[in-house]
């Protein structure tokens, strides 16, 4: 298993934060492991225990072009040994970008489909086509999101032992931030900053999770004013974050996930968001290894 006592609790110290008389830790689960890291592993690592006992070879996941679940996957096949095969959304390209090279490079199947096809893989024909032209496999479902990768996000708060008041992560499909919510010490209250320009959309599935109607819950909150755009869209302001925070803290944040977190977090404690004293946790959720795609991508450097 991956040594979860790298994912270090770090104080993070910023004029704002201090301005406002708070204190802010970071949760550095980008540093559990190069490309198994953050909440891809929390949400990989009951999947893949559940493909072991049930004798199963291989894996078959689901993700975009881009995806730091494909390479977690991938990565993960290749060290704890399965098979992996990573339906990828959208056609081929005669050459790879460099998060499709790696997941070649350590052994994954690349199997297209049509983006038309790709909305309906939760479907059991989607399914079972893939199982005959693949064999038998353990299906996890795009970014990991079902109840086992919920119950690894729990152990997030393994080792924290500073109170918190609030813990703040960055929302794609929310069960990392229903994992958060669901194992934070009473009283603390969760705020998850939605990366997608439909965020709404994440409260019936984080509620499901949870187990509760998100309409009555009084223990999150749900913030989807920091989207620039919708999912994997950027602005120049949010660059010039980026390349900023890294220059001050000393280790970088993503721009899919991470930098929008950090972005809407600080933007929140200049409004004065928060009661002075308030103790945040921020949680770092990795995906570090898409930076180099994504800046290939859009011609970008920061």
Known sequence: MIDESTAQLQELFHPEIEKNGLQLWVKREDLLHPEISGNKWRKLKYNLKAARTGNYQRLLTFGGAFSNHLLAVAAAGNHFGFDTVGVVRGEAHATLNPTLQRCSDLGMQLHYIDRTTYRQKHLPAVYTALLDAFGPAY????????????????????????????????????????????????????????????????????????????????????????????????????????????????????????????????????????????????????????????????????
């Not at 119950?151 to 997030?156: D, H, K, L």
Request: neutral net charge; aromatic residues 12%.
């Open 139 to 302: 299906l996890i479902p795009e970014g990991g999101s079902n109840s086992l990768g919920v119950a690894g996000c729990r152990e997030v708060w393994e080792g924290i032992s500073v109170p918190i008041d609030v813990v703040a992560c960055a929302c794609g499909t929310g069960a990392t931030f229903a994992g958060l919510v669901d194992a934070a010490p009473a009283g603390t209250r969760g705020w998850g900053f939605a990366v997608l320009k439909q965020g709404e959309h994440l409260k019936g599935p984080i509620g499901q999770w949870l187990g509760e109607d998100w309409s009555t819950t009084a223990s999150w909150d749900l913030i989807t004013d920091y989207h620039f755009g919708g999912y994997a869209r950027y602005t120049p302001e949010l660059l010039q974050f980026l390349a900023a925070f890294k220059s001050q803290q000393g280790f970088a944040l993503d721009p899919v996930y991470t930098g929008k977190l950090f972005y809407g977090l600080f933007d929140q404690v200049r409004q004065g968001a928060f009661r002075r004293g308030t103790s945040i946790l921020a949680v770092h959720t990795g995906g570090l290894q898409g930076i180099a795609g994504f800046q290939k991508r859009h011609q970008l450097t920061w």
